[in-house]
């Protein structure tokens, strides 16, 4: 059964990089066909889609995050990672991973909440 | 990208039928078949309920199925009961991936 896991500091502080890491198990992140992606949950909001990154690098980023995302995966590993530039209390979220066969997300990870604050 | 158009809220009573409806536009909803609805308790991940509009993972109850009109996008849920009190989410392709604001079920 496939497993992903979200991993990283709980708090960061304002103008800060949040950097978070998903750890895939049973399975290869380098299935073809799936891509990997983030998606976020402000405290009592809906849900946000951040981007998403096939195994063999290419990217896609939410059009409003863009100029701050970074999203990287390490094959060897079985990882994929997000970094969010210049954080403000409005990045504050749930933020989780997961897996995407183009459009249809069909797998998450349990979540991992961010805090942003000094 | 805007996000999509959904009911804050919809309520039925067991055994009931609810439909939740999620509006977008002709560059999203009404441009292409892949309207997804994910499920989510309170606390917990989402869970895939409905894929290309109206398919439905393996696992899922055919008590949930999903349709399209235009630019509107629609999950009804058959024979209510009472877990699956949930908040309900859709999402579409739109050259990247746009959710609605969730929908809260209330199974009174």
């Known amino acids: 059964q496939l497993q992903l896991q979200e991993s990283g500091p709980g708090l960061v502080k304002p103008s800060e990089t949040l950097s978070l890491t998903c750890t895939v198990s049973?399975?290869?992140?380098?299935?073809?066909?799936?891509?990997w992606g983030w998606i976020r949950q402000p405290p009592g909001k809906g849900l946000e889609w951040i981007g998403s990154?096939?195994?063999?690098?290419?990217?896609y980023y939410n059009p409003s995050l863009k100029s701050r995302v970074t999203i990287s995966v390490d094959t060897s590993k079985n990882q994929f990672s997000l970094k969010l530039s210049s954080v403000t209390a409005a990045d504050t979220a749930v933020y989780y991973c997961?897996?995407?066969?183009?459009?249809?997300?069909?797998?998450w990870g349990q979540g991992t909440l961010v805090t942003v604050s000094s | 990208q805007s996000a999509l158009t959904q009911p804050a809220s919809v309520s039925g009573s067991p055994g009931q039928s609810i439909t939740i409806s999620c509006t977008g536009t002709?560059?999203?909803?009404?441009?292409?078949?892949?309207v997804s609805w994910y499920q989510q308790h309170p606390g917990k991940a989402p869970k895939l309920m409905i894929y290309?509009?109206?398919k439905r993972p393996s696992g899922v109850s055919n008590r949930f199925s999903g349709s399209k009109s235009g630019n509107t996008a629609s999950l009804t849920i058959s024979g209510l009961q009472a877990e699956d009190e949930a908040d309900y989410y859709c999402?579409?392709?739109?050259?990247?991936?746009?959710f609605g604001g969730g929908t809260k079920l209330t199974v009174l």
């Open positions: 999402c579409s392709y739109a050259g990247s991936l746009v």
């Open positions: 997961a897996r995407l066969f183009y459009d249809i997300i069909d797998y």
């Open positions: 049973g399975g290869s992140i380098s299935s073809s066909s799936y891509y």
């Open positions: 990154i096939y195994y063999s690098g290419s990217t």
């Open positions: 290309e509009v109206s």
């Open positions: 002709s560059s999203d909803v009404g441009s292409y078949n892949l």
